[in-house]
């Protein structure tokens, strides 16, 4: 028996089981993300962003335009992944492949690419609302989307880590809601942090998102306050770090196997 | 039809635990040291009290649980470090519903064909299959939620055997199963363990035990009690008790030289008979003294008479 088919027929299988699911409940998935992202650009970007005018040499709303679809990406990797391995969990029918012959890099990159396969069409569905409030230039396509699949990887790495540890419904909503989005409400995604005075700036600078907001911006538009290496070596650490994280508490069976 | 020949069945052990232990993390002691032989092509019990560590074991075996200590190997593969071709032999059937109730039925069986590295046509194939064996085929399109009790019992039959496992490990397949579909299970299960499929089966009915497997492992307080072939184990039994129903009503308790007997109501007798003692001895007696009888049952099942002995015995033991 060859093992490399078996782990690609069993990944492949993850991944349209993922696949499947969110798109039998797309009302919850995909259609909420378009309907927020929809008001973003109608209340930021019109008609408060119109009295706002400029940042860093670009209107308001076209300024923003990158954060929203990245915040979009960022919650949809994320919420897929905790959503899905917790049920999974709670429903015990992790045995499925607990007794199946899948290795745990299997299983987890199979999770990761069901987060990352709905941050990205989410992702093009926000892109797509927002061709209808300004006109999107693309100033560099591969960085944008370097960028864009890096985040939702590393999202989706953070939404099975939350699911493991998981033990009730409240905790998959604990993390979206006191963490990630205060970190993504301040990670620069309606300001330059140039506005804020010196020492908010460095605090800033401890939150990852601010890193990734500020290189799909540099993607898309050509400004970001960040160096884009420095962006890209830390999404990078990160997702290596969660990977290795998420591959130890697969194989100790944290919350899985007693 | 001639008998299918057993090509595995010369001296292939299909299940073999050394000495496995298993603290759980609350501290508690739920294996102490099992030692367990299931030879291939075998259909054999492993029986014991609510809570006794039958579904601790199952779950060892199916890497569900981590041991704590001991050696598991399946057909030879040591669980360890042959891992994956060991979970290739095993089909698990556990003891609690495990699959996703909103998953539809067909997919359940598809998506664990897939994670076992089984195509996609070919999986179709297999849960056609298994679903028409176990009398699912109208249903595969329902939502697992949306079947009955029984149905979802068959469903994890079907499901457990959609990679063709060798060693099938069942944890109370017909628990709450009626008693139609429960022996059309038994035949079922008869038949795939006649083509070579090794089997392994808790239960808590006795006679299931009895009409199917051919050796028994009897696990009480996390060690194994008793280890023997069913035939062996029946033989072991001394004493029978058998109800006879008496056609006229009797106001005395009958004196039958030999035999223990007592009177349960006018018309309901029990007699004890020892193994070597023969059945025309009493009816003759009776008869001499114009007590006719209508019919006659065991007062229990057999197996389930030496069951209670020797765990009793056991729990004896255990806690002294
Ligand atoms: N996760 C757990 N944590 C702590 N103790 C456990 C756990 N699971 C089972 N046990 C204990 O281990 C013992 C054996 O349980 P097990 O489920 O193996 O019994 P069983 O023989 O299958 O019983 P039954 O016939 O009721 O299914 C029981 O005392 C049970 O309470
Ligand atoms: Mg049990």
Redesign the pocket.
């Known amino acids: 028996m060859n093992f490399w088919r078996v782990y690609r027929i069993a990944f492949q299988t993850i991944v349209t089981k993922e696949i499947l699911r969110f798109m039998r409940i797309w009302v919850q998935t995909i259609l909420p993300p378009a309907i927020t992202t929809t008001l973003y650009f109608v209340i930021f970007g019109k008609l408060i962003g119109e009295r706002i005018g400029e940042m860093e040499g670009y209107s308001y709303i076209d300024f923003i335009v990158p954060g929203l679809i990245l915040m979009a990406v960022i919650q949809n990797s994320y919420a897929n992944v905790v959503s899905s391995f917790f049920s999974t969990k709670l429903q015990h029918y992790i045995e499925e492949l607990l007794i199946a012959p899948v290795p745990n890099w299997v299983i987890l990159s199979g999770y990761v690419v069901g987060g990352v396969t709905r941050g990205t069409l989410v992702g093009v569905v926000v892109t797509i609302i927002s061709l209808f409030f300004t006109d999107l230039q693309i100033n560099s396509y591969s960085i944008t989307l370097l960028v864009f699949v890096l985040t939702s990887i590393l999202f989706a790495l953070a939404g099975f880590i939350n699911a493991v540890y998981a033990q009730s419904f409240d905790d998959i909503s604990i993390v979206p809601t006191f963490v990630l989005t205060p970190l993504t409400y301040l990670g620069g995604v309606f300001y330059s942090i140039s506005l804020l005075p010196s020492f908010w700036q460095d605090v800033s600078l401890i939150n990852p998102v601010l890193y990734m907001v500020n290189a799909f911006r540099f993607g898309i538009l050509g400004v970001s306050d960040i160096d884009l290496v420095v962006a890209l070596g830390i999404i990078l650490i990160f997702i290596v770090l969660l990977t290795l994280f998420s591959l130890s508490l697969l194989s100790r069976g944290v919350g899985i196997k007693? | 039809m001639a008998p299918l020949s057993h090509p595995t069945l010369v001296l292939v052990t299909a299940l073999s635990i050394d000495n496995l232990r298993k603290t759980?993390?609350?501290g508690?002691e739920?294996?102490k040291g099992i030692n367990l032989t299931v030879e291939a092509g075998d259909f054999y019990a492993l029986l014991?009290?609510?809570?006794?560590?039958?579904?601790?074991?199952?779950?060892v075996i199916a890497s569900l649980?981590t041991k704590s200590a001991g050696r598991v190997s399946i057909y030879g593969h040591d669980l360890d470090s042959e891992r994956e071709t060991a979970k290739r032999l095993i089909g698990l059937v556990p003891?609690e519903f495990n699959f996703n109730m909103w998953e539809p039925v067909e997919e359940i069986l598809i998506n664990q064909a897939g994670y076992y590295g089984i195509p996609r046509t070919l999986a179709y194939q297999r849960a056609e299959t298994y679903l028409k064996q176990l009398d699912l085929w109208d249903k595969r399109q329902s939502q697992a939620r949306w079947l009955s009790g029984g149905m979802k019992r068959r469903l994890m039959i079907a499901r457990a055997l959609v990679h063709q496992p060798q060693l099938l490990i069942l944890?109370?397949p017909t628990a709450g199963v009626d008693i139609e579909i429960r022996r059309s299970m038994w035949t079922f299960l008869r038949e795939i363990n006649r083509q070579g499929t090794t089997i392994i089966l808790?239960t808590?009915y006795l006679e299931e035990a009895e009409s199917l497997c051919r050796n028994i492992a009897i696990?009480d307080h996390?060690q194994i009690i008793e280890q023997t072939s069913m035939a062996k184990l029946l033989s072991q039994l001394n004493t029978e008790i058998f109800v006879l129903n008496l056609d006229q009503p009797l106001e005395v308790v009958p004196d039958v030289p030999g035999y223990t007997v007592s009177l349960q109501d006018g018309r309901t007798l029990e007699v004890e008979v020892l193994r070597e003692q023969s059945m025309n001895d009493l009816f003759s007696q009776l008869s001499q003294q114009g007590i006719s009888v209508v019919s006659m049952r065991n007062k229990q099942n057999r197996l389930e008479q030496l069951f209670i002995d020797l765990v009793d015995r056991s729990s004896g033991s255990v806690s002294s």
């Not at chain 2, 014991?48 to 779950?59: D, L, Q, R």
């Open positions: 007693n | 759980y993390r609350n508690f739920a294996l014991g009290p609510n809570g006794a560590g039958k579904s601790t074991v199952i779950s649980i003891q944890d109370e808790t808590h696990i996390g």
